[in-house]
């Protein structure tokens, strides 16, 4: 058995090849895409083991494992960030490690998040979680605003004290128009990050892409890309 470093090595080493040939294939620079190594379900050893190889972002969705483990890392040179769906009774414990938030997609979380962070004396990044395949005022059903809400929450995270609105992220729907087509939905999401920086000029993360569509991701412009089990290994349960 090769042993957990040289393993999470050659992971990262495949993953990195893979963003560079994306990159170099739609003419942008390397440096202009940021990976997020997304650690969910894994230990804290293995964030160290990734922090050591270099990894300087990494993202959780649960707070209940992210708390402990961001605590045990906190040592290490890593920016956290906070991927899954949030409730507004975890956003004191978030802040307190998160330093960007990606799934803001509500007025009443925007309120939470920036009552916590002021409280906590922190100023967190958030971005708007846009889920492309939801109706005119409703919610993804792994979260996320659709399309026509961000507009109106970018404002309230921009008015709102202790947050500074960073841009948007998406997950590929697997369901509606988008289903199987991930390379539409980012260039949507593309276009959505357009239009809001129009009016919100310093929010340019495009938060897209995940170990199987990463490649779709770059190609239309995602500046970050969260990968899971493409370093880590296929996770033992579904979350
Ligand atoms: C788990 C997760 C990822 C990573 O997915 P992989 O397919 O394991 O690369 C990315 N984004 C979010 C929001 C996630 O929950």
Redesign the pocket.
Known sequence: MTDRREQLAENLARVEERISAACAAAGRERADVTLIV?T?TYPASDVRLLAELGVRHV?E?RDQDAAPKAAECADLPLNWHF??QLQTNKVRSVVTYADVV?SVDRPKLVTALSAAAVRAGRETGALIQVALDAESGERGERGGVAPDGVEALADAIAAAEGLRLDGVMT?APLAGTYAGRPRAAFERLREIATGLRVSHPAANMVSAG???DLEDAVAAGATHV?????VLGV?PRLR
Not at 226 to 230: D, Y
């Open positions: 997304v969910k993202a969705n991927v899954g990606q997950v995940m170990s199987a969260r990968v899971g089990t493409a996770r």
